[in-house]
């Protein structure tokens, strides 16, 4: 350590200049691998998204997902993606996207009426990434640019099903939507939202009947356990230097998100009849 702050004192103001810079964007690159948003919460219809298997198996992996959920019986399911590989992904934490799957009479393009499962989504701006917008689509486009042919799913109780099917149909909806987004939002609080804290949100409008966002808020810090956003400190801090899409301007403390896992655990402790369970691709 002496010799590297002997080397900074000695060296000129210019040079000095080069190496910290260096050091910097070294520190963002490989900060910024696990946590940039880039895969995390984007709509592939927007473009930028890395297609890894053919259409017709991504296709056929929807309609497996889709009949799994008829076969409950489900009307609103929450629906979880896999955007990127495992290895990429903080300690902890599995999927990168979550949505509701509410059960629909979708129009095809030729005008035929046929039933199916709509997609309702947070979905991150391809142009802006610190922003986001609530986007409808369907299981072939939610399961488009996956890295991992796998869905999590959450069938919550059926009185929750129709409570969330009376908000996600109401304007409420669209006024729990905060548009500042970071991939690792606290739920805990206001300023920043990502897919998963406006899934928990939306679920708390239903169970409490309320759109009354500081009431939701405290209901979440008082029943909700946020996971640990298990990333180094300072790989956390170039991350968010250096991507839009992350910001720590809403994490006073310890960095905690909301994910899918933390949402089943919830409900499956606060909502009796809810269950959750992974749908993956046939070998």
Not at 20 to 31: G, K, Q, S, W
Not at 270 to 275: K, R
């Amino acid at each position: 350590m002496k010799a590297i702050t002997g080397f900074f004192l000695c060296a000129s103001a210019s040079l000095r200049f080069k190496w910290f810079f260096a050091a910097l964007f070294f520190l963002a690159a490989v900060a910024a691998t696990p946590v940039q948003a880039q895969g995390f919460s984007g709509d592939s219809r927007q473009g930028g998204a890395t297609i890894s298997f053919a259409p017709e198996t991504i296709i056929r992996f929807s309609k497996k997902v889709e009949k799994a959920l008829a076969a409950k019986g489900a009307r609103v399911a929450i629906l979880a993606r896999m955007g990127r590989p495992l290895s990429e992904l903080p300690e902890g934490m599995h999927f990168t996207h979550a949505a509701f799957a509410v059960y629909s009479e979708i129009t095809t393009r030729d005008g035929r009426k046929i039933p199916g499962y709509a997609l309702h989504n947070l979905y991150q701006n391809a142009t802006r990434p610190d922003t986001s917008s609530l986007v409808q689509d369907y299981p072939v486009d939610f399961f488009a640019g996956v890295a991992v042919l796998e869905a999590g799913v959450i069938i919550p109780s059926p009185e929750l099903q129709q409570r969330l099917l009376a908000v996600i149909t109401s304007p409420s909806y669209q006024a729990l939507h905060e548009p500042q987004y970071s991939a690792i939002a606290n739920p805990y609080n206001l300023g920043r939202q990502n897919c998963t804290e406006f899934v928990l949100d939306v679920v708390n409008a239903a169970i409490y009947q309320t759109d009354d966002i500081r009431k939701i808020k405290s209901a979440e810090k008082q029943y909700f356990k946020a996971q640990k956003v298990n990333i180094s400190p300072l790989k956390l801090m170039f991350g968010a230097m250096f991507t839009s899409e992350v910001s720590l301007a809403d994490q006073p403390g310890e960095p905690v998100t909301a994910t899918f896992e933390a949402i089943s655990a919830y409900l499956a402790r606060y909502d009796q009849g809810s269950e959750s369970f992974i749908v993956r691709m046939d070998r």
